[in-house]
């Protein structure tokens, strides 16, 4: 969950939202005169709870202070609007042995999604719709950015990475919607998503979390994988079940 790292009360409230990751962030939500006291108050708060920072830009004099500052005191830095692996190396030499979430929001980014991914340097990706949305000139949608979401998780996964998790949905009172978003995102291959707002944590967690149901059919496929002894299967109902199946249900058991 993202915080702006100007702002004092919600740097505070933040850590009771029941997120799994509290991002504070210093780059698009803080305006550019408010930069340096963001940077004073997040380093304030990171040296007494766990917590990520979402920086500026790589390779500029924002993000060199950012780096500089929180280096020794974050557990990870999201870097915004990656373009480059090049970009990954600048912020990794300034902030050796922490891990970077590098944000892909561009038709750039999306084009070197595989360079940007299999630099060492690089531990996962993240997905900014918003901004990806803008600079293709669209109103973004499930289908119209299906190209460029496929596309990290892909190239995540080829990597050995872990899937990326998808980008903040922007209507905070829209339920609905934010559990559609989610849904779509997880079917496509994403591990979870980014909030903005307390209230939209809960819903994110939910979808994200196996259900009672996909729990009991993991354990099914694997009772009757076992009891095959390894051999090509089938459960009671007449559903096949072979090595890929046993290690989908594996990977579902792996997330509860």
């Given at each position: 969950?993202?915080?702006?790292?100007?702002?004092?009360?919600?740097?505070m409230?933040?850590?009771?939202?029941?997120?799994?990751v509290?991002?504070l962030d210093?780059?698009?939500?803080?305006?550019?005169?408010?930069?340096?006291r963001?940077?004073s108050?997040?380093v304030?708060?990171?040296?007494t709870?766990?917590?990520?920072?979402r920086v500026?830009k790589?390779m500029t004099?924002?993000?060199a202070?950012?780096?500089?500052?929180?280096?020794?005191?974050?557990?990870?830095l999201?870097?915004?609007k990656v373009?480059?692996a090049?970009?990954?190396?600048?912020?990794?030499?300034r902030?050796?042995?922490v891990?970077?979430?590098?944000?892909?929001?561009s038709?750039?980014?999306v084009?070197a999604?595989?360079?940007?991914?299999?630099?060492?340097a690089?531990?996962?990706?993240?997905?900014?719709?918003?901004?990806?949305a803008?600079?293709?000139?669209?109103?973004?949608?499930?289908?119209?950015?299906?190209y460029?979401r496929s596309?990290?998780?892909?190239a995540a996964r080829?990597a050995?990475?872990?899937p990326p998790s998808?980008?903040v949905h922007?209507?905070?009172?829209?339920?609905?919607?934010l559990?559609?978003?989610?849904e779509?995102?997880?079917?496509l291959g994403?591990?979870g998503?980014?909030?903005?707002?307390?209230?939209q944590?809960?819903i994110?967690?939910d979808?994200?979390?196996?259900t009672?149901e996909e729990l009991?059919?993991a354990n099914?496929?694997l009772?009757a994988f076992?009891?095959?002894?390894?051999?090509a299967?089938r459960l009671?109902?007449g559903?096949?079940v072979d090595l890929?199946?046993?290690?989908?249900?594996?990977?579902?058991?792996?997330?509860?």
């Amino acid at each position: 969950m993202f915080a702006p790292g100007h702002n004092e009360k919600l740097l505070m409230k933040v850590f009771d939202a029941g997120a799994d990751v509290l991002l504070l962030d210093l780059e698009d939500a803080v305006p550019s005169e408010f930069k340096s006291r963001a940077r004073s108050l997040v380093v304030e708060v990171a040296a007494t709870r766990p917590c990520w920072v979402r920086v500026n830009k790589a390779m500029t004099d924002e993000c060199a202070r950012d780096l500089e500052a929180l280096a020794e005191l974050v557990g990870g830095l999201r870097l915004p609007k990656v373009e480059s692996a090049s970009e990954v190396m600048w912020a990794a030499e300034r902030a050796p042995h922490v891990p970077l979430d590098c944000t892909i929001e561009s038709a750039r980014g999306v084009a070197a999604i595989h360079e940007i991914v299999r630099s060492d340097a690089c531990s996962s990706i993240s997905y900014g719709g918003l901004d990806l949305a803008a600079d293709l000139g669209i109103a973004g949608g499930d289908l119209e950015t299906l190209y460029a979401r496929s596309s990290l998780v892909v190239a995540a996964r080829a990597a050995d990475k872990p899937p990326p998790s998808d980008g903040v949905h922007a209507l905070i009172d829209d339920d609905a919607g934010l559990r559609s978003e989610a849904e779509a995102a997880r079917r496509l291959g994403f591990f979870g998503k980014s909030a903005i707002h307390p209230r939209q944590v809960a819903i994110i967690n939910d979808v994200f979390k196996p259900t009672a149901e996909e729990l009991a059919w993991a354990n099914r496929v694997l009772a009757a994988f076992a009891a095959s002894g390894g051999a090509a299967t089938r459960l009671a109902g007449g559903e096949f079940v072979d090595l890929p199946v046993a290690e989908r249900a594996r990977r579902l058991l792996r997330t509860n």
